[in-house]
């Protein structure tokens, strides 16, 4: 009978039985392990939340991913690492959750009307950084960014293209967002 093994950096199971220095590792964070034992240490006492990775999991041409950049983006708590404001995770998966809407009223808003950064953002409870963050994220139309490379994901984008894209155009504009 097969065994499902726990990985030890990001707590996915799987019947890979993959191991490095005697750890149990999931195909991904087997890939990406360190060589050294010093350093695959330091490795996977960085955790992983495991559903990060699930979108990558699913693409086996995992090569195509450089390492240093994903793992830094993981560990480092960019957008990969909490789910963007207007998704929840469930099952590993990226779904819309109950507040999907708002996203689409900030963009509008941002859009359609002359507010300020600074009074949408407020209007929100979010920070400035925040709200960039937000008109800038690619999740909401079903893309990943990930080491500096978009992917299409394969969660349900809650703005259109057409929307998302004309506020680029806005942001380029007014200098918020260099080109
Ligand atoms: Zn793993």
Do not use: W
């Not at 964070?29 to 006492?45: D, G, M």
């Not at 240093?68 to 690492?81: E, L």
Request: charged share 30%.
């Amino acid at each position: 009978m097969e065994m499902k093994t726990k990985c030890i950096k990001c707590g996915y199971e799987s019947e890979n039985n993959l191991e490095k220095f005697r750890t149990p590792l999931c195909n991904i964070c087997f890939r990406f392990a360190p060589s050294t034992e010093e350093k695959f240490k330091e490795y996977v006492s960085e955790k992983i939340d495991g559903n990060l990775l699930e979108t990558f999991r699913k693409f086996s041409e995992i090569g195509n991913l450089q390492k240093k950049g994903m793992i830094k983006k993981a560990s480092q708590g960019s957008p990969m690492s909490r789910p963007p404001f207007g998704y929840k995770f469930e099952n590993r998966r990226l779904i819309p959750s109950q507040n999907f809407r708002e996203i689409e009223e900030i963009f509008e808003e941002f859009l359609t009307t002359n507010i300020s950064l600074t009074k949408l953002a407020k209007k929100h409870n979010l920070s400035v950084n925040g709200l960039k963050k937000i008109l800038t994220n690619f999740t909401y139309i079903g893309k990943i960014k990930f080491n500096n490379q978009i992917h299409e994901g394969s969660h349900q984008p809650i703005i259109s293209s057409t929307l998302f894209n004309h506020v680029q155009n806005k942001l380029e504009r007014l200098g918020i967002k260099r080109k």
